[in-house]
């Protein structure tokens, strides 16, 4: 029974991870309907970001602190904003009325790109980094034999903080209501006054930087990190996307999760080396089972 | 010297240029069509001639004309899947890790043969390669063809990373460590013969009466089915065919490389021959072939740059998306 309970202790917080990155697809297509490929790639982004920052912001902050941590996280988070902005203005803006094919393919060769140029020596090399500690590690290992890992409670903290706070933005705001509007209908929106490039360009930086969080995160929980760290992840969270119902943002977060916790949980009782199998079976499981996904609406396709 | 005139001069030469190459190949294509099977058996029999005179050529460049062979097959059948029937599949290397395995844990079991005898178990091995990639394909097909666009490709994904996870857990064939294969027996003849014979068998399928079904599925499934046609059967089919000659590859390929692991076979791999039918125009089985000739070439001219392959790769990809959607070697304009 601990033994279950520590396995899924660990799924939650790995599957927290995957909701941040899936939060990012699914308002992504929930708004353009193709799947953003290099999204896994801003993931990687996010933490080569605070790898290179820990110590710059160790110059003024103290560095394995609350603070600190949350500090590295921060800026790398905008860093992937950025990056999430400009690639939406250069590859995929000039491509809104092509078809969807071009956009999957574009998308493709824009993860590619990225891979490869992060893999070069000159920009990060191939090599796998050690993550700095930018969070306080200690263990707790009290609550009945369970160990609870203190980069773990960070996860949960700052997952929960992050989903509120799009929570809050996209119910609350002038901005999220324009965002809604225009997944609804985007030819609508546009004619109701909504400048639908600025609402695009939010939604790839919030997303982007969601995906930026999730990347700081996971190097601190795995502390190695390499240029093709993104490609597996980005995988999954897409798949948690489509389990949720892609579109709908608590079924994304639901989605993570229950990735999370299925894959640790097979990892540990069956054999870890099915584990890039299991979100591969779930997505072909939902899609025959429930295309819509576990929340979604079902879309009724008009000829 | 007048700069502007020049420049406009150098413009419609090369326009001019590029008229002559283009009605050239239209002219062969012409011809090629009148003529499919003599075409088919001249190849083959060239093939053959060649594959006599093996030794006369240096082997580094002997290995890169299989690989060649391999990539046309590759990327010609995933051009009936991708270009004429329009179901974007990312994961044409696990149908071509089947094949692989399947063919060299055949050959395997035999031990040196003479000539005409290792001709006939290899052909063997690689048909039942073939078969049974395409019984993979049936099964992975039918439950996922009725999906669309995007969903079809991350589930033709999915597959293609799941059979690479099962061979990685099969340790008959030695797991991750991978399996030596015992001949190499893919030559000249064996490798353009299967190409010769893919390109005729996707060609004259595609321009035969039932064929046209193909590309009215990707034209427009809706109006398809309307004529009575049914778009689930054609789907499947072709990607049964497709993966039929994907499995032919992978044993080809296993019997030229002589080792193989499943890490060989992930999904860089089908993005690689995706990369080829895209840039040779999807629907245009020319234009792949070219393609895939060029893309096997290229990184051996590349390879002082070597560590700026894959970086100019994928910029060539998403500059030939925003400019030339329809590919390189295409003339058809792109339908949205």
Redesign the interface.
């Known amino acids: 029974m601990t033994e279950f309970l520590q396995q899924l202790i660990n799924g939650v917080a790995f599957g927290s991870i995957l909701a941040l990155i899936a939060l990012g697809y699914t308002m992504v297509y929930g708004i353009l309907r193709?799947?953003n490929f290099a999204h896994g790639d801003v993931f990687m982004l996010g933490a080569f970001a605070g790898f290179y920052l820990a110590p710059k912001v160790a110059t003024f902050l103290p560095m394995p602190s609350i603070g600190g941590g949350l500090a590295v996280m921060g800026i790398s988070m905008a860093i992937c904003a950025v990056v999430g902005i400009v690639i939406e203005k250069l590859?995929y803006r000039?491509?809104r009325?092509?078809?969807?094919?071009?956009?999957?393919?574009?998308a493709?060769?824009?993860s590619?790109?990225i891979e490869?140029?992060c893999?070069?020596?000159h920009v990060f090399g191939a090599a796998p980094k050690s993550f700095p500690a930018i969070f306080p590690a200690h263990h707790i290992t009290q609550l009945g034999g369970l160990s609870l890992n203190s980069n773990q409670i960070v996860v949960f903290a700052v997952t929960l903080l992050l989903l509120f706070a799009l929570r809050f933005v996209v119910l609350k705001t002038k901005i999220g209501m324009a965002m809604r509007a225009l997944s609804f209908n985007p030819e609508a929106a546009a004619l109701m006054g909504i400048n639908t490039d600025v609402v695009i360009s939010f939604t790839f930086g919030l997303g982007s930087a969601l995906a930026g969080a999730a990347g700081i995160l996971f190097a601190v929980n795995y502390p190695a990190i390499d240029p093709l760290m993104g490609i597996m992840p980005g995988?999954k969270a897409?798949?948690a996307a489509?389990l949720g119902g892609i579109g709908n943002l608590p079924g994304a977060a639901l989605g993570g999760i229950i990735i999370g916790v299925t894959e640790t949980l097979v990892a540990g009782y069956i054999?870890s080396?099915?584990r890039?199998?299991i979100?591969?079976?779930i997505?072909?499981l939902i899609?025959?089972v429930k295309?819509s996904g576990l929340l979604g609406k079902k879309e009724i396709e008009k000829? | 010297m007048n700069f502007a005139r020049t420049k406009v001069f150098l413009l419609e030469r090369t326009a001019l240029y590029f008229k002559y190459i283009k009605t050239f190949f239209l002219g062969a294509v012409a011809l090629g069509s009148q003529y499919t099977k003599t075409c088919l058996l001249a190849t083959i029999t060239v093939c053959f001639l060649v594959s006599l005179f093996k030794n006369q050529f240096n082997s580094y460049w002997l290995f890169i004309g299989y690989d060649i062979g391999v990539n046309i097959i590759l990327a010609v059948s995933l051009n009936l899947i991708n270009g004429y029937t329009g179901q974007f599949s990312l994961g044409h290397a696990g149908f071509m890790a089947v094949g692989a395995y399947t063919a060299a844990v055949i050959t395997n079991q035999f031990g040196e043969l003479n000539v005409f005898f290792a001709g006939a178990v290899f052909l063997g091995a690689l048909l039942a390669g073939g078969l049974v990639a395409a019984v993979t394909g049936l099964l992975v097909g039918i439950p996922t063809l009725r999906l669309r666009g995007d969903y079809l490709a991350i589930v033709t994904l999915g597959f293609g990373e799941i059979i690479r996870v099962i061979f990685q857990n099969m340790n008959a064939v030695g797991g991750a460590r991978g399996l030596s294969v015992s001949h190499g027996w893919t030559n000249f003849f064996w490798a353009f013969g299967f190409a010769a014979v893919t390109v005729y068998v996707v060609t004259t399928l595609v321009h035969s009466t039932y064929g046209r079904g193909f590309i009215a599925v990707r034209d427009d499934e809706v109006a398809a089915s309307a004529m009575g046609i049914n778009p689930t059967k054609y789907k499947v089919t072709a990607f049964v065919i497709g993966a039929f000659f994907a499995g032919i590859a992978g044993g080809l390929y296993a019997h030229s490389k002589q080792f193989i692991t499943p890490g060989g076979f992930n999904f860089m791999e089908s993005i690689a021959i995706v990369v080829m039918v895209i840039l040779g125009g999807m629907g245009n089985t020319i234009g792949v072939i070219l393609a895939a000739v060029l893309l096997t070439l290229l990184p051996e001219f590349l390879r002082p740059v070597a560590e700026y392959r894959m970086i100019i790769y994928s910029l060539l990809l998403i500059i030939l998306m925003l400019t030339r959607p329809q590919g390189l070697f295409s003339w058809r304009k792109l339908k949205n």
Do not use: E
């Not at chain 1, 009325?97 to 574009?106: C, D, E, G, N, Q």
């Open positions: 193709f799947i590859a000039p491509l009325r092509s078809p969807k094919l071009t956009v999957l393919i574009t493709i060769g824009v590619l790109l490869y140029t893999q070069n020596n995988l897409f798949v489509v054999s080396t099915y890039d199998a979100a591969f079976g997505l072909i899609l025959l295309p000829v």
